[in-house]
């Protein structure tokens, strides 16, 4: 089974940064592209950012361009996401998923994190 954990969330003012971690199996980590999703109370759960294994590949979601960066080191099973000039709208549960394809619908992931929360305060 591809295990996913997400780690990092917790509560930061406007303005500030968090980090995010998503420690992943190596078969995960070696085959699958690797994704953070969000949701937020009463919204479905958005695409945030993409990476792929092979190529360097990114995608971001619009809303956190500039803000957010994705990121896998070759030397650690684990997935980053750096989330900068944070705001109150970032505030969501945050997922961290596998998919074979590099896509943004919640429906290319099949393997999913349990989530870890993320409040951002004005």
């Known amino acids: 089974q591809v295990q996913l954990v997400e780690s990092g969330g917790g509560l930061v003012q406007a303005g500030g940064s968090l980090r995010l971690s998503c420690a992943a199996s190596t078969r995960t980590f070696s085959s699958y592209t690797m994704g953070w999703f969000r949701q937020a109370p009463g919204k479905e759960r958005d695409f945030v950012a993409a990476?792929?294994?092979?190529?360097?590949?990114?995608n971001y979601a619009d809303s956190v361009k500039g803000r957010f960066t994705i990121s896998r080191p070759n030397a650690k099973n684990t997935v980053y996401l750096q989330m900068n000039s944070l705001k109150p709208e970032d505030t969501a549960v945050y997922y961290c998923?596998?998919?074979?394809?590099?896509?943004?619908?919640?429906?290319?992931?099949?393997?999913w994190g349990q989530g870890t929360q993320v409040t951002v305060s004005s």
């Open positions: 990476i792929t294994w092979s190529g360097g590949r990114t």
């Open positions: 998923a596998a998919s074979l394809y590099f896509g943004t619908n919640t429906n290319v992931y099949n393997y």
